[in-house]
């Protein structure tokens, strides 16, 4: 229960306007909201090129602070060995449909018919540089642009030499991101095409001093072969960055968002500082300013423990045999792979604090509401994945009643039972080429890319194709050679049982 003097209003209110939805986005990041992870220093470090993160993990969110100038001043106050002071950034591609640095899904589309996918990335390279370094390059159109690298290669790698010399000599860095590569093709064989000439040109880049690429991909992207067919690709694939979240990460997030959000974050920090000993110092950048949390408080899982004893239930029960409060959260919303997204967590921190001032307990998170909460992320978890993996639901809604732990073969044949397999297949077929969703900035249109699985499947046992599939984007666990698990993250919104487990949503 929260103590004596307790800021309960200001903490009740701050999480209640943690945000509702959390859709991809270009737009810089709000300074209060940029919680500079240590874990995540690699991914943010210039020199690193390759960043895989499942869906929720940051991957937007820091191709768009890395394209802030106050975003990068503020994490370069915090990690200043990254010299993110001395760092020009530009977007390479993003989900935006009028973002002049590059073309839109549709512009790459008509020029991936005609040219090379290492030319088009070389043109959207060179034709941002060019306009900013003072370079001329006569190239009205994205066509122009391209033809001119695909005619005059010659010409191009020295125009990128001249440019990286001059930053070097200046002691500058620009960096090149990109972002959202799977929604840059209509289909695998577009996208593959695309991701395999981008990463060519990232190892090229890597010869220039001056000019540097980073790219954002998700797993599945990252774990296909095809896409590093080319030589010395290994350079690359094995110098990737994971994005992860530990437990005290996740912690942190929700302590830096109480500290800065609001006008309870004062008082929050003055609690902290009389019944905590924690001292803040501000951090400011552009007129902007930031309180980051002290170091202790984003790693002393003690520490951590006690700041939430002071607003939720110590236990997820009467006693301890129900587990810890601090552990039980972020082990409920974990997928089979043990990672948390923090949009998960966050999501299941506002609802529980909802649930429980609805059902008028004292703390500020009671352990009933974190119950309620889970299962309000497992639903936004599922819908997410529907969104990176149609095909999701069609997986999912034949196990509706199915208890787990259970038998590989007993999940196999519900899909076979009710055809999921054909059903893939059919909703394929029938979003081959999806109506415009819209005429926004933000590329929203959706294609149906059937699972990677399928492709490379027996035509006999393609459901064990689809258990691999479940296993390798973190919805399925094998517990051993014939017994597989669900976490409960995925769990309770499809309606599968487990017994003493949260209750699955009906």
Same mark, same amino acid.
């Given at each position: 229960m929260a103590a004596d003097g307790f800021p309960t209003v200001q903490v009740r209110q701050s999480l209640d306007?943690?945000?509702?939805?959390?859709?991809?986005?270009?737009?810089?990041?709000?300074?209060?909201?940029?919680?500079?992870?240590?874990?995540?220093?690699?991914?943010?470090?210039?020199?690193?090129?390759?960043?895989?993160?499942?869906?929720?993990?940051? $991957?937007?969110? @820091?191709?768009?602070?890395?394209?802030?100038?106050?975003?990068?001043?503020?994490?370069?106050?915090?990690?200043?060995?990254?010299?993110?002071?001395?760092?020009?950034?530009?977007? &390479?591609?993003?989900?935006?449909?009028?973002?002049?640095?590059?073309?839109?899904?549709?512009?790459?589309?008509?020029?991936?018919?005609?040219f090379a996918p290492e030319d088009i990335w070389r043109a959207v390279v060179l034709r941002q540089l060019a306009g900013r370094y003072g370079e001329e390059l006569r190239a009205d159109t994205w066509d122009d642009a391209v033809t001119f690298v695909a005619e005059n290669p010659e010409q191009e790698e020295r125009l990128l030499n001249r440019i990286s010399s001059r930053l070097a000599a200046e002691g500058k860095r620009h960096l090149v991101v990109f972002d959202?590569?799977?929604?840059?093709?209509?289909?695998?064989?577009?996208?593959?095409?695309?991701?395999?000439?981008?990463?060519q040109l990232c190892l090229d880049l890597k010869?220039?001093? &001056?000019i540097q690429a980073k790219v954002f991909l998700r797993p599945d992207l990252w774990e296909d072969r095809t896409i590093w067919q080319f030589p010395d690709s290994s350079k690359l694939h094995h110098g990737r960055v994971v994005l992860e979240w530990r437990r005290t990460d996740l912690y942190g997030l929700l302590w830096h968002w109480l500290c800065n959000h609001g006008d309870g974050a004062k008082h929050y920090r003055?609690?902290?500082?009389?019944?905590?000993?924690?001292?803040?110092?501000?951090?400011?950048?552009?007129?902007?300013?930031?309180?980051?949390?002290?170091? $202790?408080?984003?790693?002393?899982?003690?520490?951590?423990?006690?700041?939430?004893?002071?607003?939720?239930?110590?236990?997820?029960?009467?006693?301890?045999?129900?587990?810890?409060?601090?552990? @039980?959260?972020p082990n409920h919303l974990a997928d089979a792979k043990g990672q948390v997204s923090p949009r998960s967590f966050l999501i299941a921190v506002r609802d529980a604090q909802r649930e429980t001032r609805a059902e008028g307990h004292?703390?500020?998170?009671?352990?009933?509401?974190?119950?309620?909460?889970?299962?309000?992320?497992?639903?936004?978890?599922?819908?997410?994945?529907?969104?990176?993996?149609? @095909?999701?639901g069609t997986l999912l809604k034949p196990l509706n009643g199915q208890t787990v732990p259970c038998r590989g073969e007993e999940i196999e044949q519900r @899909?076979?039972?009710?055809?999921?397999?054909?059903?893939?297949?059919?909703?394929?077929?029938?979003?081959?080429s999806?109506?415009?969703?819209?005429? &926004?900035?933000?590329?929203?249109?959706?294609?149906?890319?059937?699972?990677?699985?399928?492709?490379?499947?027996?035509?006999?046992?393609?459901?064990?194709?689809?258990?691999?599939?479940?296993?390798?984007?973190?919805?399925?666990?094998?517990?051993?050679?014939? $017994?597989?698990?669900?976490?409960?993250?995925?769990?309770?919104?499809?309606?599968i049982g487990r017994r003493g487990g949260v209750r699955p949503i009906r």
């Open positions: 306007e943690l945000p509702e939805t959390m859709a991809v986005s270009t737009a810089e990041p709000n300074p209060s909201e940029l919680y500079v992870v240590l874990g995540h220093e690699r991914a943010l470090d210039p020199d690193s090129t390759l960043v895989v993160g499942d869906r929720g993990t940051g $991957k937007s969110f @820091w191709s768009a602070a890395l394209n802030s100038p106050v975003s990068r001043a503020l994490i370069h106050a915090q990690l200043p060995r990254l010299h993110l002071d001395r760092v020009q950034t530009s977007w &390479g591609f993003s989900v935006s449909t009028r973002n002049e640095d590059h073309p839109s899904r549709r512009v790459l589309q008509h020029l991936q018919g005609r959202a590569i799977d929604r840059a093709g209509s289909d695998w064989k577009m996208i593959r095409e695309l991701a395999r000439g981008l990463l010869g220039l001093p &001056g003055s609690w902290l500082c009389s019944q905590h000993r924690l001292s803040f110092q501000t951090t400011e950048a552009h007129g902007e300013q930031v309180y980051p949390i002290p170091a $202790k408080l984003r790693q002393d899982e003690d520490l951590q423990q006690a700041v939430l004893h002071d607003m939720a239930t110590r236990y997820m029960g009467t006693n301890r045999r129900r587990g810890r409060t601090y552990t @039980w959260l004292a703390e500020v998170l009671h352990w009933e509401g974190i119950k309620r909460g889970v299962q309000s992320a497992s639903s936004v978890r599922v819908q997410e994945l529907r969104e990176d993996y149609p @095909w999701i @899909w076979q039972e009710a055809g999921t397999v054909q059903a893939i297949e059919r909703d394929r077929a029938e979003t081959l999806p109506k415009p969703s819209g005429q &926004g900035d933000i590329d929203d249109e959706r294609f149906y890319l059937p699972p990677h699985a399928l492709a490379f499947a027996s035509s006999q046992v393609p459901e064990k194709a689809l258990i691999q599939e479940l296993q390798r984007i973190g919805v399925i666990r094998r517990i051993d050679d014939e $017994k597989v698990d669900i976490p409960d993250l995925f769990r309770v919104a499809a309606a």
